[in-house]
């Protein structure tokens, strides 16, 4: 299996600057990563979530991802996604994640 996009991890700022003073929703990149990306099908789709209009993708990473994160991006693409649903098998990660409107 190839690993041949890159999967960007961020995570959505807190809020409220004590520091500054102001309120600080800007994304921090966490970690970048190389996974495979394949679009979740039809049927699995009906499966897991019970419709088939629901658009996801599987995203499998060979290494580990990071324990706190808001949303991913894939390659350069602007469309950001939001985990649904995640495994841990016995090699890797495996992650079910669904576009969003962040």
Same mark, same amino acid.
């Given at each position: 299996?190839?690993? +041949?996009?890159?999967?960007?991890? &961020?995570?959505?700022?807190?809020? &409220? @600057? ?15 990563? &190389? ?7 039809? +049927? ?6 019970? @419709? &088939? @209009? ?38 890797? @990660? ?9």
């Amino acid at each position: 299996m190839r690993m +041949d996009h890159v999967i960007r991890f &961020y995570t959505q700022g807190t809020g &409220y @600057n004590p520091v500054t003073g102001r309120h600080d929703n800007s994304a921090k990149l966490v970690a970048t990563i &190389y996974g495979n990306v394949t679009d979740m099908g039809v +049927d699995r789709a009906v499966q897991v979530f019970g @419709n &088939y @209009n629901h658009q996801s993708k599987i995203v499998r990473l060979e290494s580990a991802m990071p324990q706190s994160w808001s949303y991913l991006t894939i390659d350069d693409d602007t469309a950001k996604y939001r985990m649904q649903t995640s495994r841990k098998p016995l090699k890797g @990660n495996t992650l079910i994640v669904g576009d969003s409107n962040v």
